[in-house]
C-alpha cells in the first residue's frame, strides 16, 4: 500500500468514516426488508411467487447467509439496549 | 345462438380464446375444435394445452408433448407444454448461474434444498405455465391463440393478486432504489463499488412486466374471451355457480359458455328409441334449462353428444361447424 493510500485512509477516517458507517447500516435495514419480501419463502413468510423470486437469487445469493443468520439468530432483552 | 362467429362478429378484437371448467367437460376437445375453425380460415393460430392427461396429443392423434410449437395442418400449430421439464430447465438455469457467477464448485447444501423444494410446490406449476402461456402471447406470431386451461388450482388466483403484487414489485423497487443510493454514497466516501443493484432492479421490473402482462391477458374482455364449458349434469352446474363467484371476486369477466355433450334432442322422440336414452335424453332436457335459465345470456353454443370419441381432425371439423355456427336454436335442446 503506497503513502498516498494510507495518507487517504487516514483522511477518511478522520471525516466520513462515521458517517459511511450510519449510512451502511441503514442499507443494511433496507437490505434486509428486500430480503425477507423477496426470499422470505425461505423461512416460511411467502410473498411473491417463488417462481419468480427466484430469478433474484443469483443476485443477493452472496448476502443469504448472512442474512438468514441475522433472522433466525436468538434474541434477548440486552438487544433492545444495544 | 351465436356461436363462435357472432362472438367474433360482436368482438372483431379477439385474438385469444379460453377455455376453462372442471376435468373431463371437453375443453381440450373444444379448444382443438376452436383452432381447427380459426386456422380453416386462414389464420395462423397456436392452440395450447398444458396438460399431459387428456391432451391434444390424444385429441390430434398426434404425440406433440413438450415438443414446443408442432404444425400440424395449414395455419395450424399446437404446442403442449412440459411443465415440469420447463420448471427443470428454469432450476437448473438459476443453479447455474449462482455457480458461475461466484466461481463457486457447488451450491451450498442449503441454497441447493430451497431452489429444489421450492421447485417442487404445485404454485411453481402454475407459475409456469401462465408464464409460459405470456410468453406465445407476447411474442405475437399467431393471429389467435387458443388455450386449454387446466382445471383452476391456486395460480389462477394470481390474477386477484397481480394488481397487489405489482404494487409489491414497485414498493421493492422504490425499496431497492433506496438502498442502492444509501450504497452508492456509502460506498463513494469508501471508495468502493457496488454489485449487481442495477441487475436487480433489472430483475424487478421484469417480474412486474410479466405479472401485468398475465393479468392484462386475462382480463382484456376485447381481445381475450374466457369461455366456460358445461355439460347438462347438476354437477357442472353447481361448479359453474362457484366458478361464477370466484371470477366475481378476480374481477373475471365470462364471455361465453358452451353446453357440451347433450344428446341430439329428436333421438328421444323416435318411436324404436330405448327407455334407456329416452330417460337419458328427459333428464338431460331438464338441466339444459335450467342452463339456459341461469346462464342463458352466457351460451354460445351447445355441442351435440358425438357417436364416438372426438378424435382426429375429420370429427374435430363437425364439432368446429357446430361450434362456429350452431345448427338448431336452442329451444330445441328444451
Known amino acids: 500500500m503506497g503513502l498516498l493510500d494510507r495518507l487517504r485512509e487516514v483522511v477518511e477516517g478522520l471525516t466520513v468514516h462515521g458517517q459511511s458507517t450510519a449510512i451502511l447500516k441503514v442499507k443494511a435495514q433496507i437490505d434486509n426488508l428486500f430480503m425477507i419480501i423477496t426470499l422470505g419463502d425461505m423461512l416460511g413468510i411467502p410473498i411473491l411467487p417463488p417462481y419468480y423470486s427466484m430469478r433474484l437469487l443469483p443476485y443477493v445469493f452472496p448476502n443469504i447467509q448472512n442474512w438468514k443468520r441475522y433472522m433466525l439468530r436468538e434474541r434477548d432483552f440486552t438487544d433492545l439496549v444495544t | ?334
Open chain 2, 1 to 334: 345462438m351465436k356461436g363462435l362467429s357472432g362472438l367474433l362478429q360482436e368482438n372483431p378484437g379477439l385474438r385469444v380464446f379460453i377455455y376453462a371448467g372442471k376435468g373431463g367437460l371437453g375443453k381440450t376437445t373444444l379448444s382443438a375444435a376452436t383452432s381447427l375453425k380459426l386456422s380453416s380460415m386462414g389464420k395462423k393460430t397456436l392452440v395450447f394445452s398444458t396438460d399431459p392427461q387428456a391432451s391434444l396429443s390424444d385429441v390430434f392423434e398426434q404425440n406433440v408433448f413438450g415438443k414446443g410449437e408442432v404444425k400440424l395442418a395449414d395455419n395450424l400449430w399446437v404446442m403442449e407444454i412440459d411443465a415440469d421439464k420447463k420448471i427443470n430447465e428454469y432450476v437448473s438455469s438459476i443453479k447455474k448461474k449462482i455457480i458461475d457467477m461466484y466461481r463457486l464448485d457447488a451450491l451450498p447444501k442449503d441454497i441447493e434444498e430451497y431452489i429444489d423444494s421450492a421447485a417442487a410446490e404445485p404454485a411453481m406449476y402454475e407459475s409456469a405455465v401462465y408464464d409460459a402461456m405470456v410468453d406465445v402471447v407476447s411474442e405475437g406470431k399467431y393471429d389467435y391463440y387458443v388455450f386449454d386451461m387446466p382445471p383452476f388450482g391456486h395460480g389462477i388466483r394470481m390474477i386477484a393478486i397481480a394488481d397487489v403484487l405489482s404494487q409489491w414489485v414497485e414498493k421493492i423497487t422504490e425499496l431497492r432504489k433506496q438502498a442502492y443510493e444509501y450504497g452508492r454514497v456509502a460506498a463513494s466516501l469508501k471508495r468502493q463499488k457496488l454489485t449487481y443493484e442495477d441487475e436487480i432492479l433489472n430483475e424487478l421490473e421484469y417480474i412486474r412486466g410479466r405479472i401485468v402482462k398475465f393479468r392484462d391477458i386475462i382480463l382484456n374482455t376485447k381481445t381475450t374471451a374466457f369461455m366456460m364449458v358445461m355439460t347438462p349434469e347438476r354437477m357442472t352446474i353447481v361448479d359453474t355457480e362457484k366458478a361464477l363467484e370466484m371470477f366475481d371476486s378476480l374481477g373475471l369477466k365470462l364471455t361465453g359458455i358452451v353446453l357440451n355433450q347433450v344428446y341430439p334432442p329428436d333421438l328421444a322422440k323416435r318411436p324404436d328409441a330405448p327407455a334407456y336414452i329416452k330417460r337419458r335424453v328427459e333428464e338431460q332436457r331438464k338441466y339444459v334449462a335450467e342452463i339456459v335459465d341461469k346462464f342463458g345470456k352466457y351460451l354460445v353454443a351447445v355441442i351435440p353428444m358425438l357417436n364416438r370419441e372426438p378424435k382426429g381432425l375429420e370429427v374435430l371439423r363437425g364439432v368446429a361447424e357446430e361450434l362456429w355456427k350452431p345448427s338448431r336454436r336452442v329451444e330445441e335442446y328444451l
